[in-house]
């Protein structure tokens, strides 16, 4: 508390308790201490608050009306107190996230009901889109990027390490022949991700070390959602972030290629943060929940049964 707050208290527990000496043993002061600091209040003031009798304390007109404003000022430092404490074991209020529609939809979309459920006092807006935006002008707590970050003032926390993957839809492969090799890349149809360095550049595990493979293609774009979109269709071959291809893997509608020889680089997924809001509560349960969720990376599992199950099929079918 300020010191008028606690001049505040101190008067009112006089009040309460009728005496300098009991009020003095509630507050661990002194009953001196507690005449002088009524003195220097009413000095302050420039009134009388309490006539003071060997037999007792009585309050002025002005001391009733101290009294009064006192217990409402307290009582509402006590409340905002409460609600500060209560926050941090319950966090409440809007939570607002930049993050990619792909990432969204496949992957918040799944897990906020949970969330929401265990924050019942929380609200989320999602700014949905690929461009980088203004996190501080735009009043973002928490926005979503991918690979390496530009130098700023933001707070980058680490979500997880993800990999890029190569696929394209069984229709596709099915016209189109499957790659065994990266250098049958050079064969097909590609879909190129522009906005990226060296876009048409592949690269992949090799004998000797990393090897880097020219791809072309009749169609390229700047949003991974709608080379996603056309990889699906079965216009070409795509190369994703895992994040974006998750949901078409797990489901069937793309299959990995070239597993055996993809390069494992560091593709980090970054929580970014405005300076200051790592210490906000219903930022810190957002970054435990994307942790949770995506840390732990449960669609790989998934999509690595999707496909075995399809190289089964497959094997089964060539024997027939």
Known sequence: MTNAANEMGVFERVVERGSFAAAAQDVGLSPSAISKLISRLE??????LINRTTRRLALT?????YLKRSQEILAAIEATESEIALARLSPRGLLRVQAPP???????????SDFLARYPRMTVEFLVTNR??????????VAMRTGKLPDSSMIACKI????QII??????????????APADLARHQCLILNGIPEPTTWTFKGQGGRIAVEVKGTVSADSSDVLLRLAIEGVGIVRLGELAVARALRTGLLEPLLLDVQ???????WALLPPGRQRSPKVKVF??????????????????KVSQRRRHHRAHTDAC
């Not at 980088?132 to 707590?141: G, K, Q, S, T, Y």
């Not at 997880?160 to 990999?163: G, P, Q, R, V």
């Open 43 to 48: 000095q302050r003031l420039g009134v009388r």
């Open 61 to 65: 007109a002005e001391g009733r009306i």
């Open 102 to 112: 792909v990432m969204i939809g496949d992957h918040f979309g799944p897990a906020l």
């Open 132 to 141: 980088p935006i203004d996190l501080v002008a735009e009043n973002v707590d």
């Open 160 to 163: 997880i390490d993800l990999t």
């Open 167 to 180: 696929c394209a839809s069984p229709e596709y492969l099915a016209h189109h022949g499957r790659p065994m």
């Open 263 to 269: 390069v494992s680089e560091g593709y980090p997924l």
């Open 287 to 304: 970054l435990d929940f994307l942790r949770e969720r995506l840390g732990l990376a449960p669609w790989r599992a998934t999509a690595a």
